[in-house]
């Protein structure tokens, strides 16, 4: 499914990724993970994110995912949830291996 | 003019002594009252605040140019305006240019802030105190926060903000009048000193020659505001970001100095608020809510109560006593009582439809929508059901609208405007208009659905909804451009309080009787005439080959068709009143499911999106019913 508009992180997501320890796609994350924000290739999404109080930087949890679908972060009390194609726009690095087992998982 | 130029005007016309011309805009003050306005992020409870301050008289009125509603109330001598919820001050959305508009004509500001979210609120309240208006912070919601372990140091927030700090609980009434007590005490709080540098350079840096002499449009300018720079003629000055991101430091530097949490929050709330996000359990946790709204909407509104003040107070009560009281005025028969006390009259049709009919339904559909709104349920909706709406080119919040078109297509259509791109809008207007039954309509079809079996059911359900898949993929596909991407806050899920609801769903079922009510007479007026002129007549005679020979269904069922190009509901009722085979009730119910919106949906479309999108939108649904309503007569006369 919109296949035109997704950078497709299945293929071009490279190997270290898969040992969870570098920059990852946040729709990689599995619920459970602690990750740091890396980078957001996404104005709007950006500045949005200021706002919300996740800067590039800011540590957040993996809540859930839902299967092909949004992933839900959050910090603190706030909790957000980020479309797939917007999920694949940012980077995140995991600093937890931590993984609770809820709900769907990618 | 903007809100905010006209509010100048005025204010610089009461300085010379010379008052200004009074332009009925309903959202001004008189002349010298303090306009004290509430702004908040949000599901902070700002409106609980605002009625506690207002009381039972409030106005609640459409922005002019937007569909989002302001309210306006007194509190003594002084004018209180209520905001939409905003994360921020700038242009993302309707919401915001309104909030924003409102913002900067105002004297005092109170800012509501959550005290669970502090992080995330706090924005807002330093971008305020970065406008440089005299601002009153209250801390609402303090006991949630105290449940969920979360320790707040106010004075330390007042001394790094600048400003009076007031813990709150609004829906306990507590620290209420403190907020009050403290506007007096209200000033422009400890401004962020790079950002202040910024702001005096903010013409330079958008190359205007006169540059703002407001603190808070300058901040707007110097952070790209698009409305602010087109006023200014001024080019983007690229510190957005940069100002934003300072922004956010100071407030997890504030945050991380008053917050102290005694313990770790648990990590996703409540079980419930998991289970609405499961796919499983989400679905069914959806399939309920939807099984609610239709016994609140469906059966208790629009067949029992609508069944008695439709069908016995207006037409056996109402219309009878009203030709009674005018025939000595009207000769029978003529063109005058035709207008005005005939089937489809002025004061007969159309006062039964908006309070026999209308009246009921609208209750139902706002205090539904209410319970959905306060209980923070709709952002999970929309979460669980994003990845489906991806795939016809909308995101999650699309869900939004297209719920509220099973109350009123009219009114979805309005709502259309939250989401983010017009590509997103086309398609969800166009899926509005072609497949989503209203209310008012639901409760005709499932009149004649009962009885029939579960074959038919699945039918007429599987029909609407292949129509509704085809149109969005090929809608999709067509349409160039991006859709935007879901990224939304999740408000905490509560229990919805009472006396809010009943106030929320008073003031917009008022709002929108007062909007819909002029677009009846005009529809009663137009059949009327074409009733007088004999074009009814002429037109039903011309759909005829269409109706019998290809749909299969009796001479008569044109005439519901022209209804239903008024009101579908109207025609989905012509269609009942027939007497119909099983198979052709199911053609009927798919074909006046598909059929053209009513006028008043049309005249909405027009207005939102262009007359040719709304041509457009008209001729494919009209084909786009005629054309699976025969397939379905064929379908249903072999299986039913």
């Known amino acids: 499914m919109n296949s035109k508009w997704r950078p497709s992180s299945e293929e071009a997501r490279p190997e270290t990724v898969k040992r969870g320890m570098a920059a990852v796609h946040l729709s990689d994350a599995r619920p459970g993970q602690r990750l740091r924000i890396k980078g957001i290739a996404d104005d709007r999404a950006r500045d949005q994110a200021l706002r919300f109080g996740l800067a590039e930087g800011a540590e957040a949890v993996c809540e859930w995912v839902i299967p092909g679908g949004p992933v839900v972060l959050g910090r603190d009390t706030l909790r957000l949830a980020i479309g797939r194609r917007l999920a694949d726009l940012i980077t995140v690095e995991a600093i937890s291996r931590d993984r609770r087992r809820r709900g769907g998982c990618s | ?640």
């Not at chain 2, 049709?349 to 709104?373: C, D, K, R």
């Not at chain 2, 009942?576 to 798919?590: C, D, H, I, R």
Request: glycine share 10%; aromatic share 8%.
């Open chain 2, 1 to 640: 003019m903007t809100l905010r130029r006209h509010h100048r005007r005025q204010q610089d016309a009461v300085k010379s002594g010379r008052p200004g011309r009074r332009t009925g805009y309903e959202l001004l003050p008189p002349l010298g009252a303090r306009r004290i306005v509430l702004a908040g992020n949000p599901n902070t409870g700002k409106s609980v605040l605002f009625n506690a301050f207002t009381g039972l008289y409030v106005d609640v009125s459409n922005f002019p140019g937007t569909t989002v509603e302001v309210s306006s109330g007194r509190l003594g001598s002084d004018v209180v305006l209520d905001t939409p919820g905003i994360y921020g001050v700038s242009s993302f959305n309707d919401e915001e240019r309104v909030a924003r508009e409102v913002i900067l004509t105002a004297d005092v500001i109170v800012n509501v802030v959550n005290a669970s979210s502090l992080e995330r609120d706090l924005f807002l309240t330093l971008q305020l105190i970065d406008m440089g208006r005299p601002l009153v912070v209250a801390v609402n919601m303090v006991d949630e926060a105290e449940r969920l372990g979360i320790r707040i140091d106010f004075d330390r927030l007042r001394d790094l903000l600048g400003v009076p700090v007031i813990p709150t609980v609004a829906t306990r009434r507590k620290g209420l009048d403190q907020v009050i007590g403290a506007l007096a005490a209200a000033r422009p709080g400890l401004r962020d000193q790079f950002t202040d540098d910024l702001i005096q350079q903010a013409g330079e840096l958008a190359g205007v020659r006169d540059g703002p002499v407001d603190r808070a449009e300058a901040l707007l300018l110097l952070e790209d505001d698009p409305q602010v720079l087109r006023e200014y003629g001024g080019q983007p000055t690229g510190k957005r970001e940069e100002v934003y991101r300072r922004r956010r430091e100071r407030v997890d530097r504030v945050a991380a100095a008053v917050v102290r949490r005694v313990r770790p929050r648990p990590s996703m709330g409540d079980a419930l608020s998991q289970l609405t996000l499961h796919p499983l359990w989400g679905s069914l946790v959806v399939v309920l809510i939807l099984f609610g709204l239709y016994e609140l909407i469906g059966v208790l509104a629009a067949q029992k109560v609508v069944g008695f003040t439709e069908q016995v107070l207006m037409r056996q009560h109402y219309e009878p006593w009203i030709r009674r009281m005018l025939s000595p005025y009207l000769s029978s028969g003529g063109v005058a009582e035709t207008f005005v006390t005939g089937e489809f009259g002025l004061l007969t049709m159309t006062v039964t439809y908006v309070v026999g009919l209308l009246f009921p339904l609208v209750v139902a559909f706002y205090l539904g929508l209410s319970i959905l709104e306060d209980s923070g349920y709709l952002p999970r909706l929309a979460t669980l059901v994003d990845r489906e709406l991806t795939r016809i080119g909308l995101n999650g919040r699309a869900i939004i609208p297209l719920i509220l078109g099973f109350g009123c297509v009219t009114m979805a259509v309005i709502t259309t405007r939250l989401l983010g791109s017009p590509r997103e809008r086309t398609i969800a207007v166009a899926l509005l208009a072609l497949t989503v039954p209203c209310s008012a309509q639901i409760g005709v079809i499932a009149g004649m659905a009962a009885g029939l079996g579960w074959i038919a059911f699945l039918l007429f359900i599987g029909a609407v909804t292949a129509v509704f898949v085809a149109a969005g993929t090929v809608l999709h596909r067509l349409l160039p451009g991006t859709s935007s991407d879901l990224f939304i806050d999740l408000p905490p899920l509560r229990f919805p309080r009472i006396d809010n609801l009943l106030q929320k769903t008073w003031a917009k079922t008022v709002m929108f009787l007062r909007d819909a009510g002029p677009l009846f007479i005009y529809g009663s007026l137009v059949i009327s005439f074409l009733r007088v002129t004999g074009w009814l007549e002429t037109i039903q005679g011309s759909l005829a080959p269409l109706t019998v020979g290809w749909l299969h269904l009796p001479r008569e069922a044109a005439t519901a068709f022209i209804m239903g190009i008024v009101r579908r509901d109207f025609g989905a009722a012509g269609l009942a009143a027939l007497s119909l085979t099983g198979a052709q009730k199911v053609t009927a119910m798919v074909t006046i499911t598909l059929f053209v919106p009513c006028v008043a949906a049309v005249m909405v479309i027009y207005k939102e999106r262009g007359p040719l999108q709304a041509s457009l939108i008209w001729l494919s649904s009209f084909v786009a019913a005629f054309a699976v309503g025969g397939v379905v007569a064929r379908l249903a006369e072999i299986l039913i």
